[in-house]
């Protein structure tokens, strides 16, 4: 299994990552050949989350502030509650997302993930999934939200909960292993917002 070998994938995480959501996927992406690299704003550690209480630290491979996308070949978006909500704050993590699309680079995103991607104005018009209680969320910035194990769009893979990780994670491999997709435009409202958020004005 070398479908990836050359890739390299960047892994987004904060403290609160559902655990499984980063372990399994990221033990599918290496076994296929690429190399992954856990990126996050943490420190030198980073904490994951099992189901209702704290899980494993793993140790963090390069820092977000010292992290530049475009060093990597595609982005894989664990969830989880708390670690989503952390980046989807953090505007250098939302510009660290947003750059993967617009260089067109494969993403995965797994149940909460995808919440980072509202705040990076990418999911307009886009077919995506997410764990249910996200939604209204993705509705709400105008992604066309449906309820299957695994959809992908144009590069963007989704899924909804970790009994869809097998799924998820053969549909990632393919959409990495292709590579670069037609870069996406992101809708002026939300690039505007984004440019706000990341100059800290015009947001609360």
Known sequence: MNELKGKKIAILVEN?????????????????????????????????????????TFPVDLALDKADPRNFDALLLPGGVMNPDKLR????????????????????????GPWT?????????????????????????DANWVDEEVVVDNGLVTSRQPSDIPAFNR???????????????????RSEFAGRAMTGTGVD
Not at 118 to 133: F, L, N, P, Q
Not at 171 to 189: C, L, T, Y
């Open 171 to 189: 549909k990632m491999i393919e959409e990495f292993a292709e590579g670069i997709h037609e870069p996406q435009q992101r809708s002026q409202q």
């Open 117 to 141: 991607l509202i705040d990076a104005g990418v999911v307009e018009r886009r077919r995506v999934t997410s764990y249910h209680s996200i939604k209204a969320d993705l509705k709400n910035a």
């Open 89 to 112: 704050a953090n505007p250098q993590a939302v510009q660290f997302v947003r750059s993967f699309f617009d260089e067109g680079k494969p993403v995965a995103a797994i149940c909460h």
């Open 16 to 56: 609160g990552f559902e655990e499984v959501e980063m372990t399994e996927p990221r033990e599918a992406l290496n076994k296929a050949g690429a190399q992954t690299t856990i990126v996050s704003p943490a420190g030198k550690q980073v904490k994951g989350w099992r189901h209702t209480d704290w899980g494993e």
